[in-house]
């Protein structure tokens, strides 16, 4: 089976004449969490949009679960559950009315224990009689989310799940994406909040001004563009870089006052005691040390030049 969602050569130009998106190519693996990072305005919306055919793309192709999201739009649709970024409500419906509601919509025969297991799963359950108006925020995104889930899609979009939400409706949210997944749903979402793609993705992909400009295994992502930086403060300046045998990723700092060691995340500890003990051994002594680790935050910045 290929995968899941392929995105190909997708270009949008929008009627006033602005390119959000160039030249997407994007394959989306079967049961994957993969989230999509951009600054405001990169593209993400627009791209969900054009899968969910929210939005028409000006060209290019995109498959769901091998169907045309235009040429097979309800199939292609019918397999996709999608959290939008803007809450859209009809304030004066029950959760329950809207949530079952939406099952429909995809066709779908009724199933109120699909639609209860939803809703319990997103604390709604207690207000499930509650008419959307009477709800908090918070809750208020649940629902969308119960909506999204109601016609058990396969594929999950979530275009910034946590906007706006507490630690605890975040944590929530984690959790029941996690459960998602192990149930075999592909998810794709897009936040703000890069810990939350530190902590939830499988991949990342990083948009920016309506471009593709990195696509990778978070693991790798972090072992890769990750650094570790070890700083040396000297006793005494140094005119010239030591002599070590693992001098790569040494530097001294224009006053000569300090070491600078760069390694990647993964490096292996030993790398520091060997500089430590050759240093050492030379008779260079320090008399501070600190370290510090990039996060997906500071990779994501060196990336884009600015913060998600
Ligand atoms: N209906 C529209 N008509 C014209 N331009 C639009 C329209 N919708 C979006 N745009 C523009 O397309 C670009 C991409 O917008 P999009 O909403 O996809 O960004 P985004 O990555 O989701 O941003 P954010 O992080 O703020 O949600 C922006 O420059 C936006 O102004
Ligand atoms: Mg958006």
Redesign the pocket.
Known sequence: MGPIIEVKELSKI???G?Q?LKNINLDIQRGEIFALL??????????ISIICGIVNASSGTVFADGHDIVSDYRAARSRIGLVP?ELSTDAFETVWATVTFSRGLFGKPPSPAHIEKVLRALSLWDKKDAKLIELSGGMKRRVMIAKALSHEPRILFLD?PTAGVDVELRRDMWEMVRGLRADGVTIIL?T?YIEEAEEMADRIGV?SS?EIILIEEKNQLMQKLGKKELTLQLQEPLTELPRISSAEGLKLSDDGTELIYTFSTVAEQTSIARLLRELAEQGIEFKDLKTRESSLEEIFVSLVGTKA
């Open positions: 929008y009627s006033s602005y959000a951009g600054p405001n305005g990169a593209g993400k919306t627009t791209l970024q910034e897009t703000h948009i309506g």
